[in-house]
C-alpha cells in the first residue's frame, strides 16, 4: 500500500476474524520506521492495561461476525499510529503488525497496486444479502430477512403472496417480483465476488484489506472498479508491448515522481526499432502510464461519480446512407414491426417510425425507456447514428483528481509534467471517455429492459385474466388473401366441430356468395360470435363482414364479431403441443382453433405459446430470451395460480404453470390420473412420483377437486376452495363455530352466516385463540365467503369487445368522438382499437390524470389524423364501466 497516499492497511490474524488495523497519515510515515516503531511500543503498554476492554469488545464483535470480517469503530487519525486488536494475543498481533509494516516499506511497488479507493480510510462491513436487499429496494429488514429464507426454500411468488403475506408486509405479486429479480442480482453479485477473491487469493496478489473491499462491493460497477487493477493487459497492447521493452519501471518512476529522474537519453537502444530514439521511448512510456491510470480504482470511482454530476447528452442523428442502400430499401418488402428483426431493416416505412429522432438530443438522465429502446433498435438497424456529447467540465475536473492523487508528491521536474499531460490525453481519449460512454449506454440499456420488460409482464397479466366466454359457440377466422380465409368453428366446451376456407378476397368470386357460405355455417351449427384474427388480411376481411351486415346476410341483431390477437398463433399451430391435441388437422386450421379459443378462455389458450410471442408490449423482441422468458413465466405462473385447475382436468400446459409444478412434474400427473383414475383429494397428490412435501405445499393452494369431474360429490368440500390443507382445521373450526355443515360450503346462506360471524366477532381474538397470523385467518375467511365454481377472473370485468360495423380511416376528423377498447399499454401511452383499420394511440400527455388497464372500454376524441402513414392521436375523454356491444362515431 502506497506510504505516500497513507492509505489505510488490514492484517487478519486467526481465522476468528481477529486483526490489527494501522492508519497513519502522510507524514508520519515518511519519518521513517524508528519513529513508527517507537510509537507502536507505546502504544503497546497502554494496550495492555486495556485487556478488560478488549475482552468485552471480543465478546461484542464475535457476535457481529459476518462473512470473516467484522465492523470495527475506527478512532478518529490523528498523528499516532493507531492500533485496533480483537480476539487475539496483543504481542503476537503487535509483532505480526511490525513484521507487515517493514514488509510494507520494503515493497512499495507491490502496494501501489492496491492504492487507490477511497472508502479504504472508513472500513465497511461485508454485507448479508438480506441487508442489502432491504436498501437497495427499500423494504423493512425483517421483510427482507423473511424474503431470502423464503426465496431460498424455493418457495414460490404466488404461494408467498396468498398464504405467507403476513412476512412480507402484503407486498403485492408485482413488488414482489422486482425484489425477486434484485435478490438474484445480490446473489449474483456474491458469487462473483467469491470467485474473483478466490482467484486473486490463489495468485497471492491482493492482501486481506483488498479482499474484504470487494466483499463490501454493493453494485457490480463498483466490483469491476475494484477488479480493474488485478486484471492483465492483453498480450498485444500497447502497454504490454512497452512492459516486454522494460520501460515499467521507468513509467513508474516518472507516474509516482520516485527518484533518480527519468532522463530519456540514456533510455535510447539503437539496437532496438521500438526504442531507438527518444520519441519512441516516450511513446511507450505514454502507453504503461495510460494503462495505469485507466485501471486505477480511484480514478474509475470518480469517473462514475462525475458522470452523475454533469450534464451528458445523447445526440441521434439520420444515417448517411449509399445510393445502394437507399435502392435496396425502395425495393424491400414492406414487414410488420414484430417481424422486423427479419426484414425490417430494409423496409423504407419502417425508417418512418423512427424519424422524431433523426434530430435528436436529450440529457441521459431525462430519456425514457421507450425512447432508448427506440433508439436502439433503429441504431442496430443502422437508421440511426448515435453519440454522447460530454462537456470539458467533466474532462478538467477527472484531470484534476488524477494529477491529485499522482502528481502531489515526489521529484517534479519537467518531464515528468511533459509526460502526465500527454499520458492523460491519450488515457481520456482512448480509455476513461470510451469507458464512460459504455457505462452510460449500458446503464440506460439495463433500466429500459427493466421497464420494458415490467411493461409486458403488467400487460400480460390483464390478457390472461380477461374474462372468459363460456356457454357459446364461436366461429375463429384466420384471415388471408390468396389462401383464403381459414375458418373453425368450436362448442361452448371448445371442442371443434367444423373446419375450412373462405375465399372472400380472391379473384373474380362474389364476396357476397362467400357471405351466404358464411351465414350458412353459423346457422347450421347455431353460431352467434364470430373470433377475427388480427393478422394479413384482418382489415380486409373486416370490410367485408360490415359489407355483409349492410346488405342484410349476416343478422345484425344476432351476430357480432370481435378482434382477437392471433400472435403467436402460427408458432402454436407448428409445435409439439398442436400435433399431439390435434395429430390430424391442418397447421392453417389449428391456427383458426387457437383464435376461436383465446374468446373461448383466454387463459387456457395463451399459456400454450411463449409469453414472447404473444405481443402485447414494449419492443420486447430485443430484450435476452432468457431474461424476459425467466420474468413472463413468473407472471403465468401467478395468473394460472390465482385462476386455479381442477386436477382432474386440467391440460399439461395449464398444470406446468402452477406454482410449484414443473413440466415434469405435471406430466408424472396426468400420466398417474390415467392409469389410477381422477384424484379424489388434494392429498392424493402426494402419492404421485416426483410430488414430495415441499412441492405439495406449494401447489395445493392452487389445485382443486371439482365434484363435477367425480360425479357430483367429493369427500372434502374445502379440496375446492381457497383454504390451504394446513389450514383445514382452523377452516372446520370456524364452520363449527357458526354451526354450518362442511357441505353446505359455497351455498348462498353458508356464505351469508360467515359473512354475518365475520362482522360479528373480534378477528384479534380468533387470531390469538386459533394461535395463527391475522393475514392467514382473513385467507381462510375470505375462501369460505366465495362461491365454489365462480371464476375469480370475473371480478376483472375485462370481456371481449364485439362489433357490427367499422368505420374507415378517411371517414375520421378531428374532433371526431369514438368509442374503443385498449389493447397495449407501453410507457408513452396507450393503443385503442377504436373500429378502423390501425390502433389510435392515447399519449401520456393526453391521458387526463386517468389510467387504463387492457380491455379497459374508452370514450376518446381525436387531435390528429394522418391517413397517409395511418396514425391517428386520441385524447382519453372517459373510461366506461359497462360494456358496448358496438364501437360509436358521433
Known amino acids: 500500500m502506497s506510504s505516500n497516499n497513507g492509505k489505510s492497511l488490514e492484517l487478519h490474524g486467526t481465522v476468528s476474524s481477529s486483526f490489527a488495523k494501522f492508519k497513519w497519515p502522510t507524514k508520519q510515515v515518511n519519518q521513517g520506521d524508528q519513529a513508527v516503531e517507537k510509537q507502536i511500543n507505546s502504544r503497546r503498554e497502554k494496550n495492555n492495561t486495556e485487556k478488560t476492554k478488549s475482552k468485552k469488545r471480543k465478546d461484542l464483535l464475535s457476535n457481529n461476525v459476518v462473512n470473516d470480517a467484522v465492523e470495527e469503530r475506527l478512532e478518529p487519525p490523528g498523528n499516532d499510529v493507531i492500533l485496533i486488536e480483537n480476539d487475539a494475543d496483543d504481542a503476537n498481533n503487535t509483532s505480526r503488525a511490525e513484521t507487515q509494516i517493514n514488509n510494507t516499506f520494503n515493497n512499495n511497488n507491490e502496494s501501489r497496486v492496491t492504492a487507490g479507493r477511497s472508502s479504504f480510510w472508513a472500513r465497511r462491513k461485508v454485507w448479508t444479502i438480506d441487508e442489502l436487499l432491504a436498501e437497495t429496494t427499500a423494504i423493512e429488514p425483517t421483510a427482507a430477512r423473511n424474503i431470502v429464507q423464503l426465496f431460498e426454500k424455493e418457495n414460490t411468488i404466488p404461494f408467498i403472496c396468498r398464504y405467507r403475506r403476513d412476512l412480507i408486509n402484503h407486498l403485492e405479486p408485482e413488488r414482489l417480483r422486482e425484489i425477486k429479480s434484485t435478490y438474484m442480482e445480490i446473489v449474483n453479485l456474491r458469487k462473483k465476488a467469491e470467485t474473483i477473491v478466490s482467484q486473486l487469493a490463489k495468485e497471492n496478489t491482493i492482501n486481506e484489506e483488498i479482499r474484504t473491499e470487494m466483499l463490501c462491493a454493493k453494485t457490480p460497477e463498483e466490483l469491476e472498479f475494484l477488479f480493474a487493477p488485478y486484471k492483465p493487459a492483453s498480450k498485444g497492447s500497447l502497454a504490454e508491448r512497452a512492459k516486454a521493452l522494460g520501460l515499467e519501471q521507468f513509467a513508474d518512476r516518472l507516474l509516482y515522481g520516485d527518484p533518480p529522474e527519468v532522463i530519456l537519453k540514456q533510455l535510447v537502444n539503437s539496437k532496438i526499432p521500438e526504442m531507438d530514439d527518444e520519441e519512441k521511448v516516450l511513446t511507450g512510456i505514454c502507453h504503461i502510464i495510460s494503462h495505469n491510470i485507466s485501471k486505477h480504482t480511484g480514478v474509475l470511482e470518480e469517473l462514475r461519480k462525475l458522470q452523475h454530476c454533469h450534464r451528458i447528452t445523447l445526440k441521434s ?440 360471524f365475520i362482522d360479528k366477532c373480534d378477528i384479534n381474538e380468533l387470531t390469538d385463540t386459533f394461535n395463527i397470523p391475522k393475514e392467514r385467518l382473513e385467507i381462510v375467511f375470505q375462501a369460505l365467503q366465495r362461491e365454489l365454481f365462480k371464476d375469480y377472473r370475473s371480478e376483472f370485468d375485462k370481456k371481449p369487445l364485439f362489433k357490427q360495423g367499422l368505420t374507415r380511416i378517411t371517414e375520421l376528423s378531428v374532433g371526431d368522438v369514438v368509442t374503443g377498447a385498449v389493447t397495449n399499454l407501453t410507457h408513452f401511452g396507450a393503443f385503442v382499437d377504436i373500429g378502423v383499420e390501425c390502433d389510435g394511440l392515447i399519449h401520456v400527455s393526453k391521458m387526463n390524470n386517468m389510467k387504463v388497464n387492457i380491455g379497459d372500454r374508452v370514450v376518446t376524441s381525436i387531435v390528429q389524423v394522418d391517413k397517409q402513414r395511418k396514425r391517428i392521436g386520441l385524447r382519453l375523454e372517459e373510461i366506461v364501466t359497462e360494456t358496448d356491444t358496438s364501437f360509436t362515431l358521433v
Not at 405439495?696 to 382443486?704: E, K, L, S, T, W
Open 317 to 756: 442523428s439520420k444515417t448517411k446512407q449509399s445510393s445502394k442502400e437507399k435502392n435496396d430499401k425502395t425495393t424491400s418488402a414492406s414487414t410488420s414491426d414484430s417481424d422486423y428483426q427479419k426484414a425490417g431493416h430494409n423496409n423504407k416505412n419502417d425508417e418512418s417510425k423512427y424519424e422524431h429522432y433523426f434530430e435528436f438530443q436529450a440529457d441521459v438522465r431525462q430519456l425514457k425507456p421507450h425512447q432508448v429502446l427506440a433508439i436502439n433498435r433503429a441504431e442496430k438497424l443502422k437508421f440511426l447514428t448515435v453519440k454522447l456529447l460530454i462537456a470539458d467540465y467533466l474532462k478538467n475536473d477527472i484531470k484534476r483528481y488524477v494529477r491529485s492523487i499522482f502528481m502531489a508528491d515526489g521529484l517534479q521536474y519537467p518531464l515528468r509534467t511533459q509526460v502526465f499531460e500527454r499520458a492523460f490525453e491519450e488515457c481520456y481519449q482512448k480509455k476513461l471517455q470510451p469507458l464512460l460512454c459504455r457505462q452510460i449506454r449500458s446503464d440506460l440499456n439495463e433500466k429500459a429492459k427493466k421497464a420494458s420488460i415490467d411493461v409486458f409482464g403488467k400487460n400480460l397479466k390483464q390478457l390472461l385474466l380477461m374474462s372468459p366466454l363460456k356457454g357459446e359457440r364461436i366461429l375463429g377466422i384466420d384471415p388471408g388473401f390468396t389462401n383464403g380465409c381459414k375458418y373453425a368453428l368450436i362448442s361452448e366446451t371448445a371442442d371443434v366441430l367444423e373446419t375450412g376456407v373462405l375465399y372472400p378476397h380472391r379473384r373474380n368470386t362474389d364476396p357476397e356468395e362467400i357471405g351466404e357460405q358464411l351465414a350458412k355455417i353459423l346457422l347450421r351449427h347455431k353460431c352467434k360470435l364470430i373470433a377475427l384474427g388480427n393478422g394479413t388480411a384482418c382489415r380486409e376481411t373486416e370490410f367485408w363482414l360490415s359489407k355483409l351486415f349492410e346488405i342484410g346476410i349476416l343478422d345484425d341483431e344476432e351476430v357480432r364479431y370481435s378482434i382477437v390477437s392471433e400472435q403467436g398463433a402460427s408458432i402454436y399451430s407448428c409445435s409439439d403441443i398442436a400435433r399431439k391435441e390435434f395429430p390430424r388437422m391442418d397447421t392453417n386450421h389449428i391456427s383458426a382453433v387457437s383464435i376461436a379459443r383465446r374468446l373461448n378462455d383466454p387463459l387456457s389458450e395463451y399459456v400454450k405459446i411463449e409469453p414472447r410471442h404473444i405481443g402485447v408490449g414494449m419492443y420486447q423482441h430485443d430484450i435476452g430470451e432468457k431474461l424476459l422468458n425467466e420474468t413472463l413465466s413468473e407472471v403465468v405462473s401467478e395468473c394460472v395460480s390465482y385462476v386455479g385447475v381442477d386436477i382432474n382436468t386440467a391440460s399439461l400446459s395449464v398444470l406446468k404453470h402452477i406454482a410449484g409444478l414443473t413440466e415434469k412434474k405435471a406430466d408424472k400427473i396426468i400420466e398417474h390420473r390415467l392409469e389410477n383414475g381422477p384424484f379424489r383429494t388434494r392429498k392424493d397428490l402426494l402419492s404421485v412420483k416426483s410430488i414430495g412435501e415441499k412441492t405439495f405445499v406449494q401447489c395445493a393452494g392452487f389445485i382443486r377437486i371439482d365434484p363435477r369431474s367425480l360425479g357430483g360429490s367429493i369427500d372434502n368440500l374445502l379440496d375446492c376452495t381457497w383454504v390451504h390443507p394446513e389450514s383445514y382445521i382452523i377452516a372446520k373450526k370456524i364452520i363449527s363455530k357458526c354451526k354450518l355443515n362442511l357441505k353446505d360450503i359455497g351455498s348462498k346462506d353458508f356464505i351469508k352466516k360467515i359473512t354475518e
